[in-house]
């Protein structure tokens, strides 16, 4: 890539399923699986608004925590592989920890706080990862996750070049789940790419890193990966679910490709290419794939998939996916078709080497107002 992927942010038992089919009036008819699906949105919408509002905390102690290992690190915190003591049988999780300092002079304290109070809403997806427990100290946050030792899906990716689309086809739809169960709930994730989705040890996705999520109808915020931005953020348009759909455009493509659609060293000539949409397709890419990406990498949102009348099941529905059963995905039926060779629970071998730090707890908390919702 010519230009950093880092984030930016400014403010301005299953049986096969059944698909949905058109009747002669041409009005859509809903299908079986469709109805099945509505009815697990109902209940997750309702779950995840009754844990939204609890906000529920802990009063947990990092001291019952070995550190084993940094699996990640950014300007403000680290999140280090763990086993939790008082389990006996010393299970694994990742802990996202964050310096409060560092986050009071990085101007991040709002977005923290509302990344844990999401994260901790989020109770039966299984795409997306789960905040186990959340604490605080002195010093520190701590937000406790389930550990994926398979590592960034980007990874994979890069090491491989490029992936089939039976697999681009499997992680996808996870991720299309995922931002379904997350927009049914009135959140929008505003930053998907390959590095935000790790990989389980069954070879399934965990969508990870809420630090741009947001639970609004609409906002004018210009904030995710600038090769991910959709046009609508760049023109200072006011924008909603729309933007996470032509992120999910951009992911199959780099996924296939194994590159992006739009890239350029210059942040404003990228923004020029993302807005002027002039797609270029590889040879080896198929119609029915080309035929779905066109109506997610999409500069009209009245027209972009995702963002319509039947949202996600448009998508879904598209016969790009025809050979997938999104019930067996979502309940995990199918094998994945890549799977971490893990050698031990605390296996980090899909994980780059980060530098080691001590973890450091002062006798006074200068923050405690700050944070007093954490």
């Known amino acids: 890539m010519n230009f950093n992927r880092s984030c930016i942010r400014l403010k301005s038992h299953p049986t096969d399923m059944s698909v949905a089919h058109e009747s002669k009036s041409g009005d859509l008819v809903l299908s079986h699986s469709e109805n099945w699906l509505k009815e ?75 990344e844990k109070r999401l994260l901790g809403s989020v109770t039966n997806c299984p795409f997306i990862v789960k905040l186990v427990m959340a604490f605080k100290d002195t010093t520190n946050l701590y937000m406790v996750m389930e550990f994926a030792p398979g590592g960034e899906l980007f990874r994979l990716i890069r090491r491989k070049g490029r992936v089939p689309e039976a697999w681009a086809q499997f992680y996808s739809a996870q991720v299309a789940m995922a931002l379904q169960y997350l927009h049914n709930a009135n959140v929008l994730y505003r930053d998907l790419k390959p590095e935000n989705l790790l990989v389980d040890s069954t070879g399934y996705i965990k969508m990870a890193d809420f630090g741009f999520a947001k639970r609004v109808h609409q906002t004018w915020t210009l904030c995710g990966t600038p ?137 006074v908390d200068r923050y405690a107002e700050e944070f007093a919702d954490f």
């Open 40 to 114: 697990y949105l109902e209940k997750a919408r309702k779950d995840f608004d009754d844990r939204y509002k609890a906000n529920i905390t802990t009063s947990e102690t990092i001291k019952n925590f070995t550190l084993i290992k940094t699996l990640g690190s950014g300007s403000f915190g680290r999140v280090m592989l763990a086993q939790y003591n008082l389990d006996p049988n010393n299970k694994t999780y990742a802990i996202k920890i964050l310096n409060k300092e560092k986050v009071i002079k990085t101007k991040q304290v709002e977005h923290t706080l509302n």
């Open 227 to 363: 090769q991910y931005i959709a046009p609508e953020m760049i023109l200072n348009k006011g924008y909603g679910k729309s933007v996470d759909y032509w992120g999910l455009g951009i992911l199959i493509y780099e996924m296939v490709a194994g590159y992006v659609p739009f890239d350029h060293k210059t942040p404003i000539r990228l923004y020029e290419l993302i807005v002027e949409c002039n797609v270029s397709y590889p040879s080896h890419f198929k119609p029915n794939l080309t035929s779905l990406l066109s109506k997610l990498i999409q500069t009209d949102v009245t027209k972009r998939f995702g963002n319509l009348k039947d949202g996600a099941f448009d998508i879904i529905n598209h016969n790009w996916y025809k050979e997938v059963d999104f019930r067996k995905i979502i309940t995990k039926a199918y094998q994945a078709p890549w799977i971490p060779h893990l050698k031990s629970d605390t296996d980090t071998s899909n994980f780059e080497r980060n530098k080691e730090e001590s973890i450091s707890i002062l006798k």
